[in-house]
């Protein structure tokens, strides 16, 4: 009985304390129940939430070294999906703690909020949105705060987190107002406060791209701040930014004092502060050998062995700086081998690595490692299209030169004495057989060294050669089970007993697999004789020329590149020079010598360049070089004779369709400007001049001949593309069904010898359809073929119309224009244009 009327008074008290615990209640009890719950139960776990999540933030960020670091180590990233399986949980978990908090807890009587702790909750709450990147709902929040708690303690926060969200939203100038006139108002602010709004500051004045401004800032958020953490990071950018202004010594001084909080600060600022100040280094003034004893200490150091690939590129630098070359080169390639994942790092490695190549002429090397650039640049940047624009012309260069050196050998061995040659080729043969046995034995030792063959009784159950292919396809395999057989049981003759003591055991020492690979290498190869080799060289004298000449060719178009496109100059002039002891082509000579005059002019080789002068001024008078080279300053508004402007001409004539002339006057020009970086676009238009004039085949043959000969010009380029893309749907299979054409020609069939004929009846038809009042339709004298041509008459709707139209000229009183005629659909005219093909359709439509 007592027991009951206990819990029945407890039960009592709980119900009346719990009534008196009401949000709606301002009593003692209630105000410190809501308050004591709000803070060290919701709040509290929304609080550890939001740390996690913003060391979560921090642990993933990757700083780039190479600019200047932000001030939060947050990635932010563009857009954000607002569903909640996109956001980070233990943001999201601190927003609902927060709300929680707000809709259980708060206590607004009257007006007034009684729960001390509900500002706590919105300022929980804004961080959250901010961290989540929901900008606009996290100024809601601190907006809030500000509105309706006046006397919050937080509110000096709420206001520097606000600004920082106007930060975010780019806001910056709005930003840097506010929290300057947050210094003056607030003067409660606390030195951590105080350290966070200065460093926003720094932040938003290095958006608006005023790293002066930024400066003052950062310096006093370093000085501020309590946390060494952030010191050290603060000071970093301090230095960074004095960099930035050209301040190298300010510089240096920031990034010792990074230095020297040592272990008190993460281990990456302190490797990366001492790199800055060595990429500060003056090599003109400094101790060079102190530089060297610094550098191998961090490469000594256990603990930074996290950032060798930055070290050893910083190390690589120093060496190209004094001009250890071979010593850089070692370290750029140790730095890449670290596998860092700092892709701009990696850049820089093979940028440097390239420029070396370069530099040695050493092209196909360097075309490879400016590849290996391009893979680690963003594709949208400056530096990225500069570099692909340098390697797109070092295609050429390394095509050019690939042709110079095949042809200049192919060259000198035919001019080889015949005794001479077969040496040569003799002593080639010898080198490939050694080379072949060399390779066999390192395979058989690699064989040997792996334990190809395991004496285990699973191999020998499984009769395996040890590598997942059977024994006796493999040669070295049975080489090597040879050699073992033969070092163990000697020669012995395939009969019964083989193994008994009786036997033959003749041992044999280790020097027998050599023989053995030896045998098997020379099975290998092919049997190829010196007179094998010979009789694959060109001997008739047309393919000889075409070698010259295309070598020629090579030589020249690599002297305009180093001139024009790399501003070699000593490559350009060895090329240029070489050529002109080829005694090459009348064409190619003139250009050669005024571009050597130029390049001489430019290298200060000014006895040379009077010498050139004064050659083509007395050979060459009348030439466009003799006019450029006694008028330096003058501009020739209209060479006739230059390239462009020939083209001009015969691009106008193929326009007018006078395709016969215009492809002899092309022959012409093309050997005239043999050589010149304007004669593939001659080409090109030849090609295209013989489409429209002799059909699909020529078309066809042309754009070959023009993407085999020129494959690295644009013009090359542009006819590979068409014979890929554009002929194959262009090849002729059958005529389109002409019942849903909405579109016909007549076509009026004239003789190309009577051409005369055919521009009077043109005339007299375009009379004619001005008098029956058609003037709807249009008329063309269309070239067809070298035999053919026709008058056409355009545009007209249907068959049916187009018969009416032929019946009208002809039956008119006053017209009377009656002529053999053709009937087509605009669709099938573009075919047999293309296809020369007009009787096969005069037939179909027979038929």
């Known amino acids: 009985m007592k027991s009951l009327l206990y819990y029945t008074f407890c039960l009592v008290l709980f119900g009346v304390l719990l009534s008196g615990c009401s949000r709606k209640k301002d009593s003692f009890v209630s105000r410190n129940f809501h308050a004591v719950t709000t803070e060290y139960n919701t709040l509290y776990n929304g609080g550890v939430a939001l740390d996690k999540g913003r060391a979560s933030l921090v642990e993933t960020f990757n700083d780039n070294y190479w600019e200047v670091l932000p001030i939060e180590r947050i990635v932010f990233t563009e857009n954000t999906a607002s569903g909640e399986e996109n956001r980070d949980p233990n943001f999201l978990k601190a927003e609902e703690k927060a709300i929680k908090a707000i809709q259980r807890h708060a206590m607004k009587i009257d007006g007034e909020e009684r729960n001390p702790q509900i500002d706590e909750a919105f300022l929980l709450l804004g961080k959250a949105r901010y961290y989540d990147q929901q900008f606009v709902p996290a100024l809601e929040a601190f907006n809030y705060i500000l509105a309706y708690y006046p006397k919050s303690n937080n509110i000096a926060q709420a206001k520097v987190w606000k600004e920082k969200t106007n930060i975010r939203l780019e806001n910056n100038v709005i930003a840097i107002d506010n929290l300057k006139d947050i210094f003056e108002v607030e003067s409660e602010l606390s030195n951590q406060d105080r350290a966070d709004a200065h460093a926003m500051l720094a932040q938003a004045f290095l958006n608006l791209e005023t790293p002066d401004s930024a400066l003052v800032y950062i310096k006093s958020a370093s000085k501020l701040t309590k946390k060494l953490e952030e010191r050290g990071r603060y000071n970093f950018i301090k230095g960074q930014l004095y960099n930035k202004l050209g301040k190298t010594d300010s510089a240096n001084l920031a990034f010792q004092e990074v230095i020297d909080l040592n272990r008190k600060v993460p281990r990456k600022y302190h490797i990366n502060a001492h790199l800055e100040k060595i990429r500060n280094f003056d090599y003109a003034s400094g101790d060079t050998l102190l530089l060297r004893e610094r550098l191998d200490l961090l490469v000594k150091n256990r603990e930074n062995r996290p950032f060798l690939d930055k070290i050893y590129y910083t190390k690589a630098t120093y060496f190209m700086n004094i001009g250890k070359e071979d010593s850089a080169i070692v370290n750029y390639n140790k730095s890449l081998l670290q596998k860092s994942s700092d892709q701009f790092l990696n850049s820089r490695d093979y940028l440097a690595l390239a420029d070396y190549n370069f530099d040695k002429a050493a092209y196909k090397t360097a075309g490879a490692y400016y590849d290996s650039v391009l893979n680690k640049l963003p594709v949208r940047t400056r530096e990225y299209r500069s570099i692909r624009k340098k390697r797109e012309n070092l295609n050429d260069v390394i095509g050019y030169e690939n042709t110079a050196i095949r042809n200049d050998s192919i060259i000198r061995l035919i001019t080889m004495p015949e005794e001479e040659l077969t040496a040569y080729f003799e002593a080639y043969i010898s080198k490939i057989k050694e080379k072949a046995t060399q390779d066999s034995l390192a395979r058989v030792e690699e064989v040997r060294n792996q334990e190809f063959f395991t004496n285990s009784t699973s191999s020998r159950?499984?009769?395996?050669?040890?590598?997942?292919?059977?024994?006796?396809?493999?040669?070295?395999?049975?080489?090597?089970?040879?050699?073992?057989?033969?070092?163990?049981?000697?020669?012995?003759?395939?009969?019964?007993?083989?193994?008994?003591?009786?036997?033959?055991?003749?041992?044999?020492?280790?020097?027998?697999?050599?023989?053995?690979?030896?045998?098997?290498?020379?099975?290998?190869?092919?049997?190829?004789?010196?007179?094998?080799?010979?009789?694959?060289?060109?001997?008739?004298?047309?393919?000889?020329?075409?070698?010259?000449?295309?070598?020629?060719?090579?030589?020249?178009?690599?002297?305009?590149?180093?001139?024009?496109?790399?501003?070699?100059?000593?490559?350009?002039?060895?090329?240029?020079?070489?050529?002109?002891?080829?005694?090459?082509?009348?064409?190619?000579?003139?250009?050669?010598?005024?571009?050597?005059?130029?390049?001489?002019?430019?290298?200060?080789?000014?006895?040379?360049?009077?010498?050139?002068?004064?050659?083509?001024?007395?050979?060459?008078?009348?030439?466009?070089?003799?006019?450029?080279?006694?008028?330096?300053?003058?501009?020739?508004?209209?060479?006739?004779?230059?390239?462009?402007?020939?083209?001009?001409?015969?691009?106008?004539?193929?326009?007018?369709?006078?395709?016969?002339?215009?492809?002899?006057?092309?022959?012409?020009?093309?050997?005239?400007?043999?050589?010149?970086?304007?004669?593939?676009?001659?080409?090109?238009?030849?090609?295209?001049?013989?489409?429209?004039?002799?059909?699909?085949?020529?078309?066809?043959?042309?754009?070959?001949?023009?993407?085999?000969?020129?494959?690295?010009?644009?013009?090359?380029?542009?006819?590979?593309?068409?014979?890929?893309?554009?002929?194959?749907?262009?090849?002729?299979?059958?005529?389109?069904?002409?019942?849903?054409?909405?579109?016909?020609?007549?076509?009026?069939?004239?003789?190309?010898?009577?051409?005369?004929?055919?521009?009077?009846?043109?005339?007299?038809?375009?009379?004619?359809?001005?008098?029956?009042?058609?003037?709807?339709?249009?008329?063309?004298?269309?070239?067809?073929?070298?035999?053919?041509?026709?008058?056409?008459?355009?545009?007209?709707?249907?068959?049916?119309?187009?018969?009416?139209?032929?019946?009208?000229?002809?039956?008119?009183?006053?017209?009377?224009?009656?002529?053999?005629?053709?009937?087509?659909?605009?669709?099938?005219?573009?075919?047999?244009?293309?296809?020369?093909?007009?009787?096969?359709?005069?037939?179909?439509?027979?038929n």
């Open 461 to 846: 159950k499984q009769g395996a050669a040890g590598v997942g292919e059977f024994y006796f396809y493999n040669d070295v395999a049975v080489a090597y089970g040879k050699q073992s057989f033969e070092k163990q049981w000697g020669n012995r003759r395939l009969e019964d007993r083989w193994r008994t003591s009786t036997k033959q055991n003749t041992l044999q020492g280790a020097n027998t697999l050599p023989g053995i690979a030896t045998t098997i290498v020379e099975e290998q190869i092919e049997a190829k004789t010196a007179a094998d080799y010979i009789a694959t060289l060109p001997r008739e004298r047309t393919q000889i020329d075409s070698l010259i000449k295309e070598r020629n060719v090579a030589y020249f178009q690599l002297g305009l590149i180093y001139k024009e496109k790399f501003k070699e100059f000593p490559l350009a002039i060895e090329r240029l020079e070489k050529l002109i002891t080829f005694e090459p082509d009348e064409k190619l000579i003139l250009p050669a010598k005024y571009n050597l005059y130029q390049l001489y002019g430019n290298t200060d080789a000014f006895a040379k360049e009077d010498s050139l002068k004064n050659d083509i001024l007395t050979t060459y008078p009348n030439s466009r070089y003799a006019q450029r080279i006694n008028n330096p300053n003058t501009v020739f508004a209209a060479d006739v004779d230059a390239p462009e402007e020939v083209y001009k001409r015969l691009y106008d004539r193929f326009k007018a369709e006078e395709f016969e002339t215009l492809l002899t006057v092309l022959d012409t020009r093309i050997e005239q400007f043999y050589g010149d970086p304007y004669l593939p676009k001659f080409e090109l238009l030849k090609a295209t001049a013989l489409g429209r004039y002799k059909g699909y085949e020529a078309y066809k043959t042309a754009l070959n001949f023009v993407a085999l000969t020129y494959p690295r010009t644009e013009e090359g380029k542009k006819a590979q593309s068409l014979l890929q893309k554009v002929l194959p749907n262009m090849a002729f299979s059958s005529f389109d069904d002409e019942a849903l054409s909405v579109s016909y020609k007549v076509l009026f069939p004239f003789e190309n010898k009577d051409l005369v004929a055919a521009q009077e009846f043109n005339k007299k038809l375009q009379e004619a359809l001005e008098k029956v009042k058609y003037d709807n339709f249009t008329i063309s004298l269309d070239s067809y073929s070298p035999e053919q041509s026709f008058v056409v008459v355009h545009y007209l709707s249907s068959r049916s119309q187009a018969e009416g139209l032929v019946e009208l000229l002809a039956n008119n009183d006053e017209i009377k224009l009656s002529r053999d005629n053709i009937i087509i659909a605009s669709e099938n005219y573009k075919i047999v244009q293309l296809h020369k093909n007009v009787e096969d359709y005069q037939e179909k439509i027979t």
